[in-house]
């Protein structure tokens, strides 16, 4: 027998890896969720028939190991050619994927050297960090303004920690988790400023005043992500894509898996996109709610911050964020707080259904007057 012990086995980078921790997906009845910005309303009814209709015996069968008929669809929509595009099993799928494909990792030869540099702003997507660390890439953070606004360039540069010619920069457009938006027109900026890969990653862009998409087109060395699990209602399914210069795409279509979308989320994605009209009306609807619930959570002492996404960053009244989070639970109310400096303060709310906004006020209103 081995004398080895079972970590043994396991790389010294892997052993000391903290993984993404995901919201919680707990079966508990009655409960309303609103902590992982889930579409509360489900897919049309075009897009439900059409994955029924492909449950049959061709499940035997590998997908298509492009999702061909997607990119096609995907590249009308956008104004590109099919080559401009990859999909992906979910938009992280991509995200990692851009991470093996752009960034060394950062052996002890190349410590410092800005190709080993996965760059992001604090806070956003806390999955960027995780993606660098998996790569045994270097992470490099720099802190968003107050406001979750964008630092203007002059600032990054006097900062100083800022890289510009780091390997790949992770932009989340709308910000996550602080539903902030922001122009093209600096974002345009930050892209021509920077002289290596930027990731637009605009999973909760539907639910904007506007989109970055252009930029992806124009600048051979940005990427913009998107997702089918937000707005069109799919996360099951898993499905995300990028769009961007054909080169850069071709690099990532190498290092996929040969199957790496399921054929149930591809009926289901081109589907989806069949049925664009029912999707605007009901971000329309998840819009009027937002607004809603964040005026009520403003009257009961909320700070809500101004959102375009399909959720709302609140600092709450009275006690501490982490002991809101627990009060809400009581009452079978389940929303997000993330233990990081910079949030910690805060709560994040998905935008339910009108009936799961209500809900949570109605407990807000309990939890203040007991
Ligand atoms: C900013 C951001 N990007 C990407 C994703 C991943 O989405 P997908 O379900 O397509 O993997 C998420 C999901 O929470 C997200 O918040």
Known sequence: MSSRKNTDYIRPLVRALHAYVP????????????????????????VLAAVRAAVDGRLRLYPNPTAQTLREKLAKLHGCRPENLIIGNGSDELLALATRAFVEPAGTALRGDPATFVQYFTPSYSLYPVLADI????????????????????????????????????????????????????????????????????????????????????????????????????????VGYFVGNAGLIAALHKIRDSYNVNGLGQAAAVATLDDLKFYRASFKRIIGTREWLSRELTNLGFRVFPSQTNFILVRPPLFPAKAWLQELRDRKILVRWFDLPEVKDYLRITVGARSEAAALVKAAGEIISQ
């Open 23 to 46: 919201g919680e997906q707990p079966r508990i009845k009655g409960l309303i969720k609103l902590n992982t910005n889930e579409n509360p309303y489900p897919p049309s009814p075009r």
């Open 135 to 238: 790569h045994g890439a270097a992470r490099n953070a720099t802190p968003l303004k107050p406001d979750f606004s964008l630092p203007p360039i002059k600032e990054l540069k006097r900062g100083g920690i800022w890289k510009f010619d780091a390997a790949l920069t992770f932009v989340t457009t709308p910000n996550a988790p602080s539903g902030r938006g922001y122009q093209t027109s600096e974002l345009e900026k930050l892209c021509s400023a920077q002289k290596g890969i930027v990731i637009l990653d605009e999973a909760y862009v539907d639910f904007a005043n506007g989109n970055a998409m252009k930029l992806s087109l124009k600048f051979p060395h940005v990427l913009v992500a998107r997702t089918f699990s937000k707005a069109y209602s799919l996360c099951f399914q898993r």
